[in-house]
């Protein structure tokens, strides 16, 4: 089936601290992966992307690491504040059908502790 | 820019009616996607429209339809409603025909009485 998967539900951090969110994807030809952040009552927002022929990529705080030969994707936030307190989503772009569409993981709910 | 914008915020129906939500993407955007969204399955594509053509499909009955006009507003329409289709229902559009970044809207909040 489709799928891409996530290694943990939920992630409780201290404020300050750094997070790690873990994600497994399933097919192996995918070649552009992204992460998404979901707050309460709202809908999705991208984070950071990452293609294929990269395994590292950073961007302001955030930092996606792409293992190709395990099929591992995980994202680091750096220092990690209140307002980083939300539901994060592993996806990557698959191709079909004269389109493309977004496949999402089931998505880790990140606590940050005062 | 304005964002995407989804209409209504929240609807409650009652089985086997039907529903029509609608979706404006971003000025510019010709993608649009529609997403179903449950505590129990997350985030399920339902399909892709590009210039008024479904160019993907998900997995779900064809009670499920959608459109996209030629202004590339969208609606999706689920006919004889069950209570399973309760859900967050979440429009994403995009500037690039690869669809790879998604800018989603708030969703609207669909429950099945």
């Known amino acids: 089936g489709e799928s891409v998967g996530l290694h943990l539900p939920t992630l409780s951090v201290q404020e300050g601290d750094n997070s790690i969110i873990n994600c497994a994807y399933s097919n192996s030809a995918s070649d552009y992966f992204i992460w998404y952040k979901q707050e309460s009552g709202k809908g999705p927002q991208f984070i950071i992307d990452?293609?294929?022929?990269?395994d590292k990529r950073q961007g302001q705080r955030v930092t996606v690491l792409l293992n190709k030969t395990v099929k591992h994707l995980s994202l680091q936030i750096a220092a990690t504040q209140p307002g980083d307190s939300a539901v994060y989503f592993c996806?990557?772009?698959?191709?079909?059908?004269?389109?493309?569409?977004?496949?999402f993981g089931a998505g880790t709910r990140l606590f940050v502790k005062a | 820019k304005a964002g995407v914008t989804q209409t209504p915020r929240y609807l409650i129906k009652t089985r086997g009616q039907q529903v029509t939500l609608s979706c404006s993407p971003i000025?510019?955007?010709?993608?649009v996607s529609w997403y179903q969204q449950t505590p129990g399955q997350g985030l399920q594509f339902l399909f892709e429209y590009f210039s008024e053509t479904q160019r993907n499909k998900g997995n779900f009955p064809g009670r499920f339809s959608g459109r996209q006009f030629s202004n590339s507003r969208s609606e999706m329409n689920v006919s004889t409603l069950e209570l399973g289709d309760s859900a967050l229902y979440l429009c994403?559009?995009?500037?690039?025909?690869?669809?790879?970044?998604?800018?989603f809207g708030s969703g609207t909040q669909l429950s099945v009485l």
């Open positions: 000025s510019g955007h010709r993608s």
């Open positions: 996806a990557e772009k698959r191709g079909g059908g004269g389109g493309f569409k977004t496949i």
């Open positions: 994403a559009s995009s500037g690039d025909a690869t669809n790879e970044k998604l800018f």
């Open positions: 990452i293609r294929s022929n990269m």
